[in-house]
Nanobody, 129 residues
């Protein structure tokens, strides 16, 4: 049973930073991708960052590149999303999700047609002007 549990969401002001955490049991798999997905009410979900746990390579959507950074700490079975220079348009529910790399290459996690196998419950990020 794969588990992903996000934490770290909060209400902040524009320009501030947050770090989201995704504690996961998926490290027992040999080749997986973890993606950060967000969804605001009335909008489609958006894959914003992916990380290959094996290669430690990362990919980002244009909307967050240069502001957000995905990383991992294998000793803590945790993937992180560092979010800097937050904007009101970053307000959304943030999810971590994962899939085995034989299904898709990791960068495909940014594509809305990709269907991750495993999902966390989400954590809310609200950015006020």
């Amino acid at each position: 049973q794969v588990e992903l549990a996000e934490s770290g969401g909060a209400s902040v002001q524009a320009g501030q930073s947050l770090r989201l955490s995704c504690r996961t049991t998926i490290y027992t798999y040999s080749s997986v991708c973890v993606i950060w997905v967000r969804q605001a009410p009335g909008t489609e979900r958006e894959g914003i960052a992916t990380i290959s746990l094996e290669a430690d390579s990362t990919f980002y959507a244009d909307s967050v590149r240069g502001r957000f950074t995905a990383s991992q700490d294998r000793t803590k079975n945790t993937v992180y999303l560092q979010m800097n220079s937050l904007k009101p348009e970053d307000t959304a529910m943030y999810y971590c999700a994962a899939f085995e790399r034989w299904l898709y290459p990791c960068y495909a996690g940014l594509d809305k047609s990709t269907s991750p196998q495993y999902w966390g419950q989400g954590t809310q990020v609200t950015v006020s002007p």
